[in-house]
């Protein structure tokens, strides 16, 4: 097709759109703007709302692969939001709480989000931590996306984890599991029998040199069980290794 004249300079003046979307949630602006600031500069196409009801439906229109999330929002509060948006989106969320006490924080991983910090804290920090979790690939596949991957599928009893297409089922049933929910039961089913620590389990799926809570992974390893029907007290699939971490049963 030929593009002239004012045509033609509309095309080139447009910017390209980033394949990559973040939402920030917060209703202090300043501190919205200067997360986004970070984030625009890391590549993302940013979108910032200030309050809980309209951070639900904006999610649902814009799709965004980051959520950077205030726990105390008007409105719906931040723990509410996530458990809305978790309900239609995989989005890797960081939630933000003025509140340290880990009640607070082990409540907004309860609901799906896959990490957290507290005000006050470095824009260049969370900006390095959403570049490491996103940036990088997805445990099991071994490399970006563009490149060609084998296919592999990985079976235990009726559980079934398709490691490239990223898609797990149970007795046929598809299990909807977010990013993070995925990526520990990569991890844990790439080497059935064998203990996986905590700490490697964070190293291998947030990023090395975490120096957040432990109940990061046992919050995720619980909502793993809970989605695959998998009994704490008699597990076929996620076993604990009591003192040491967990490893993948065989399903029986």
């Known amino acids: 097709m030929l593009v002239t004249g004012t045509a033609m300079m509309d095309v080139m003046s447009e910017p390209a759109r980033t394949a990559l979307r973040a939402m920030v949630v917060d209703d202090e602006p300043d501190l919205a703007d200067l997360v986004a600031s970070y984030l625009k500069r890391d590549g993302f196409d940013v979108t910032v709302v200030g309050d809980g009801a309209e951070a639900v439906e904006t999610a649902r229109a814009v799709d965004p692969d980051v959520l950077v999330l205030d726990l105390g929002l008007p409105g719906l509060d931040g723990v509410e939001v996530c458990r809305r948006v978790r309900e239609f989106s995989d989005a890797y969320v960081v939630m933000l709480t003025a509140r340290s006490d880990e ?150």
């Open 103 to 252: 009640v607070d924080t082990l409540i907004g991983l309860s609901v799906g989000a896959d990490d957290y910090m507290t005000k006050p804290f470095s824009p260049r920090e969370l900006s390095a931590r959403i570049q490491a979790r996103i940036r990088r690939p997805r445990a099991g596949l071994g490399g970006p996306a563009t490149r060609t991957v084998p296919r592999e599928v990985r079976v235990f009893g009726d559980l079934t984890i398709d490691v490239a297409a990223r898609e797990v089922s149970v007795a046929d049933e598809v299990v909807h599991l977010t990013r993070t929910e995925f990526d520990v039961l990569a991890v844990l089913s790439a080497d059935p029998g064998v203990v996986v620590t905590r700490s490697a389990l964070i190293d291998a799926v947030w990023r090395t040199g975490w120096n957040g809570a432990d109940h990061l992974v046992d919050v995720h390893i619980g909502h793993l069980r809970r989605k695959l029907g998998d009994d704490a007290s008699d597990p076929r699939f996620v076993i604990t290794v009591r003192g040491v971490g967990y490893r993948m049963g065989d399903g029986a």
